[in-house]
Each structure stands twice: as structure tokens, then as C-alpha cells.
């Protein structure tokens, strides 16, 4: 089931939606031959849903035809290159984010996974002190999840090395970040968007 779907006047296009149970998955004919035995070769029938629902989103969609492959280190792209993408996913939904030109990170989360044990490790002291609520700090993770996914940087720090801007949660918003990377330091500008209960952050530079 589709949750929401955006489109801007720069071309980013986002799309969420909820992982089904095995019976109502989406039909499978939008798949390319490639994509087809990649997803034939999956066994954990968890990441046969999120597959199966990332084509869906990208292929009827987002409305791109080109087949979906993995880096080595896991980052995706697409076989001819014509946008760059993002893939974010939970237990329950799956967030798929285009650009026809400018890298692009996308994160999802579910407010019910709790963040408080995990916050020391990836909010900063002063981060900690103003992400008081349960909200912030799944907001302030899907932030800082999507920027590590733009700059595409392995290792990274995310309590010393993105910085985020004090910021309230609301329905949607846009929050402040420095990435202080091995070899520059970059500012971006971080969207998220609330939807009932899952949160979605992207960004692009």
C-alpha cells in the first residue's frame, strides 16, 4: 500500500509504501530478466518482500524501466544511470528516492523501534540534551542516516561527524547538517516528513 508520494520542481521523486504479507504481494511482469533471477535467488522471504516491493515502487511508480543492481558495498544503481537512487527499508515499509542528476539518501523508520539505548551512539552531547522526546530522536536518525547514504563515505562517526541543527518535530520539516568528512566538510539541508507512524528523511546535494 502506497504512503506517500513526492515529487519537486527539481525532479526528486520519493515514494514509500507498506511491505505486504506474502499473499498480497505486487505482481512481478514489471521486472527486467536481471531483476527476475536476482529476485529468484533470494531465500529470506523478508528480503523477497522488500524486493518485490522496491521494483514496484520503481518500475509502476516512479515510472523508471531500468534494472536495479547493488555495488559491492551495497549502495544501488540503475543499469543505463539515468537517476541516481536511494533504498531505505524497515521491517514494514520500504522508501525508494530518485534524482536525474544530484546524488541522493533516503532513510524510513518506524516510530515504534525504540531509539533511546541506541541515541549516545549516534547523537553527539548537545544532540542528546536537545532529542529529548522519541520522536526527535527517530527523526534525528533518519537525518543522519540519509546524509551517510548521500556522501556515500564508509566509517562514519555519526555522533562526531554529522552535526545536526537544533530542530521541533512537526507534521514535516527540514533540519540543518554538517557532514565533516576525511577530506571536506560539507553543509546539507535534510527534509523529512512524518506519516502516521514512520517517519522519511531525504536529502541531495
Not at 193 to 201: D, H, L, N, Q
Amino acid at each position: 500500500m502506497l504512503l506517500w508520494h513526492h515529487t519537486n520542481n527539481d525532479g526528486l521523486r520519493i515514494a514509500v509504501a507498506e511491505i505486504p504479507d506474502g499473499e498480497n504481494m505486487p505482481p512481478r511482469k514489471f521486472f527486467s530478466e536481471q531483476e527476475a533471477l536476482e529476485y529468484r535467488l533470494l531465500s529470506n522471504a523478508k528480503r523477497l518482500r522488500e524486493r518485490a516491493v522496491t521494483l514496484h515502487l520503481l518500475h509502476s511508480l516512479l515510472g523508471v524501466e531500468e534494472a536495479l543492481h547493488h555495488r559491492s558495498n551495497g549502495k544501488p544503481y540503475l543499469s543505463a544511470g539515468s537517476y541516481r537512487i536511494s533504498i531505505s527499508h524497515t521491517r514494514r515499509q520500504v522508501a525508494v528516492a530518485l534524482h536525474p542528476c544530484r546524488e541522493v539518501g533516503v532513510d524510513v523508520e518506524d516510530m515504534s523501534r525504540s531509539f533511546a539505548k541506541a541515541a549516545p551512539r549516534y547523537l553527539s552531547a548537545g544532540e542528546l540534551a536537545s532529542c529529548a522526546t522519541p520522536a526527535q530522536q527517530c527523526v534525528a536518525w533518519c537525518a543522519k542516516e540519509a546524509v551517510y547514504k548521500l556522501v556515500g563515505e564508509e566509517g562514519v562517526d555519526f555522533a562526531e561527524r554529522i552535526q545536526l541543527s537544533r530542530f521541533d518535530v512537526g507534521e514535516e520539516g527540514s533540519i540543518a547538517v554538517i557532514f565533516a568528512g576525511k577530506t571536506r566538510t560539507v553543509s546539507f539541508t535534510v527534509r523529512y516528513r512524518m506519516i502516521g507512524e514512520v517517519v522519511v528523511a531525504y536529502a541531495f546535494a
